[in-house]
């Protein structure tokens, strides 16, 4: 299983935008499905998109299409969540995780290896 940071949370009024980043110390995320997930205080942590390792596929939940974009830095070796029109709703902590397949849906269940989180938090 490999050790995944998260960066780039933080605090954000609503319309605003945030950018997340995945990075796997010593390790390339570029040949890898990554997903990214988001679990909210007394919720369920739920599929935010992910990115296919075969052909860079990208697939989104319902409530970020559109607004949030997932894409490879493959010079850094990470992979980055571009989060816009942020809305109160998408307060929560954000995960990425590897080791299982891209495919709708997003399911966390498959996924092996996980970060410890990032906080988003959206409010005015």
């Known amino acids: 299983q490999l050790q995944l940071v998260e960066s780039g949370g933080g605090l954000v009024q609503p319309g605003g935008s945030l950018n997340l980043s995945c990075a796997a110390p010593?390790?390339?995320?570029?040949?890898?499905?990554v997903g990214w997930f988001r679990q909210a205080p007394g919720k369920e942590r739920e599929g935010v998109s992910c990115?296919?390792?075969?052909?860079?596929?990208?697939y989104y939940g319902n409530g970020v299409k559109g607004r949030f974009t997932i894409s490879r830095d493959n010079a850094k070796g990470t992979v980055l969540l571009q989060m816009n029109s942020l809305e109160p709703g998408d307060t929560a902590v954000y995960f990425c995780?590897?080791?299982?397949?891209?495919?709708?849906?997003?399911?966390?269940?498959?996924?092996?290896?996980w970060g410890q989180g990032a906080q988003v938090t959206v409010t005015s």
């Open positions: 990115i296919a390792a075969s052909d860079g596929t990208t």
């Open positions: 995780a590897t080791g299982g397949p891209c495919w709708p849906p997003i399911s966390s269940r498959e996924f092996t290896s």
């Open positions: 010593g390790f390339h995320l570029r040949y890898s499905a």
